[in-house]
């Protein structure tokens, strides 16, 4: 690494810290490496791993993560690419400081399933970049929905598969991320049963959503999404499809419906103004505090925060 280089890792955002990784678990590593590359072949082998090894996750979900698998291993930073604000990449376009960030990066985290439409372009103009695909190998749903993570078994899923793309990216940290995102996982774990138990018995379990986000979650927890206001946000309903709507909220008789904070909904204050049915927050975990420390527990929050808003919502 040349002194330029240098300087610019420098002024990134640096999560590392000095505590060494246990040396345990070697024989299991190795064999656990072996398995990767057989499983990888494309993966170019013998390459050098940069340090810092740069790490940039697309958005917020990818970026909390990453950063939960990368932990405090040292000499690998985690940024992410877009704005913690930003929220779901649907038609996003990388701005021009966004793409040379991305030309600086060692590894992308990428939800993928569509989400980074810029992704193919992307990959183009960076060719060293290494991408890992967050949903690469996992079962998505008929339509192709990418809102994976917006469900719990979505996001374990998913940290399992950057978790292995991080291990074949980096090897000799390998022990270290497949150790940091079981305990993650274990976290996640620990969450779904706590939902599953305070959601299961819910006597009420039609809803109605803003953004095609909710799929996952809804199915996760048997709940009937019977109608999706904006397709994606900053699409709003039409005059039709908002009566269509205002109609649909009558006839099925849904107790609530459930809007998103970083999506301010216009349509949501007529919703309710004409059928009197609440409108309650619903966060899909897109967005979120940028700050590392806090952004490593901002999902499991965020979905403690949704638990409570459909036990409130939707309980008799
Ligand atoms: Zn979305």
């Not at 490496?33 to 072949?41: K, Q, R, S, T, Y």
């Not at 339509?143 to 090897?171: C, K, Q, Y």
Request: charge should be negative.
């Amino acid at each position: 690494m040349n002194d330029r280089e240098d300087a610019r890792v420098m002024q990134a955002p640096v999560i590392q810290s000095s505590v060494p990784v246990a040396p345990a678990r070697s024989l299991r590593v190795l064999s656990l490496a072996v398995l990767l590359a057989a499983m990888f072949p494309a993966v170019p082998s013998g390459r050098a791993v940069e340090r810092p090894l740069r790490i940039l996750a697309s958005f917020y979900p990818m970026y909390v993560m990453t950063l939960n698998i990368v932990g405090d291993t040292p000499d690998v930073t985690v940024e992410c690419l877009t704005r913690p604000f930003v929220g779901c990449l649907h038609d996003y376009q990388l701005t021009p400081g966004e793409l040379v960030t991305l030309s600086r990066a060692n590894v992308f985290v990428v939800n993928g399933a569509g989400m980074e439409t810029f992704l193919d372009r992307a990959a183009r103009q960076c060719p060293g970049l290494r991408i890992v695909e967050a949903t690469h190998g996992v079962r998505l749903a008929n339509d192709g929905n990418p809102h994976l993570w917006v469900s719990v078994s979505g996001a374990i899923a998913e940290t399992e598969v950057i978790a292995r793309g991080l291990a074949v990216a980096d090897p000799s940290h390998a022990a270290a991320y497949q150790q940091n995102a079981a305990n993650y996982v274990a976290k996640l774990d620990r969450l779904r049963a706590k939902m599953h138990a305070a959601l299961d018995g819910l006597a009420h379990r039609d809803i109605i959503t803003f953004h095609e986000a909710f799929p996952y979650f809804a199915n996760e927890f048997k709940l009937n999404v019977v109608g999706v206001v904006e397709r994606e946000p900053g699409s709003e309903p039409n005059a039709r499809e908002l009566a269509d709507t205002i109609r649909l909220v009558r006839d099925s008789g849904v107790r609530a419906i459930f809007a998103e904070p970083q999506y301010p909904a216009r349509s949501a204050g007529i919703i309710r103004q004409e059928t009197g049915v609440p409108v309650s927050t619903l966060d899909p975990a897109a967005t979120g505090d940028p700050d590392p420390a806090r952004a490593r527990d901002s999902y499991l929050r965020t979905m403690e925060q949704n638990l409570r808003v459909l036990t409130a919502a939707l309980a008799d």
